[in-house]
């Protein structure tokens, strides 16, 4: 799907927040309502907007702990094992397969430093993983990026 600036600010406006109105981002782009709600079902049949989710603070639900563990496979012959695992750990938020010193990164969310090392027991037992490499997050500062406007893109290239 080929999208134009209209497209780019209609996305930007749920990235900051999904909930946002139809009227409220007509109003800001300059559009109907029905064109931008008719431009935001293209962009949902197309999979470029793939779901809507709700941002939790998950420190005020007692998950104080959060870390990166890079997995070192043992060969590749363990990739699908470790995908597997990482979609069926309630602790893994998000599995990304990598370049460089390991095969897949995890970013994990546990309740303390106690169910983070029962974590990574439990994570150097899977299949094929050689050993792991740990990361504690200690603050976070940006989890979202806006998208670019087609002319920004063409002035940083």
């Known amino acids: 799907m080929q999208l134009d600036n209209t497209d780019l600010l209609i996305l930007n406006h749920l990235i900051e927040n999904a909930?946002?109105?139809a009227s409220n981002i007509a109003d800001s782009v300059g559009m109907s309502v029905p064109a931008v709600t008719e431009r935001i079902k293209k962009l949902q049949?197309?999979?470029v907007i793939?779901?809507?989710s709700v941002d939790i603070n998950k420190q005020k639900l007692g998950m104080d702990v959060n870390?990166?563990?890079t997995?070192?496979?043992e060969s590749s012959a363990y990739f699908e094992d470790v995908v597997n695992q990482a979609n069926n750990s309630q602790n893994v938020v998000s599995?990304?397969?990598t370049t460089g010193t390991g095969s897949h990164?995890?970013?994990v969310e546990v309740e303390n430093t106690t169910s983070l090392e029962k974590l990574l027991r439990d994570i150097q037992s899977w299949p094929g993983v050689k050993r792991t490499e740990t990361q504690l997050i200690l603050s976070s500062y940006k989890s979202t990026k806006l998208l670019i406007k087609k002319e920004?893109?063409?002035v940083r290239s």
Do not use: N, V
């Open 19 to 21: 909930r946002e109105s």
């Open 50 to 52: 793939r779901g809507y």
């Open 152 to 154: 920004e893109e063409h």
């Open 95 to 97: 599995c990304y397969t």
């Open 71 to 73: 997995i070192i496979s």
């Open 105 to 107: 990164i995890l970013l």
């Open 45 to 47: 049949d197309s999979g």
């Open 67 to 69: 870390a990166f563990i």
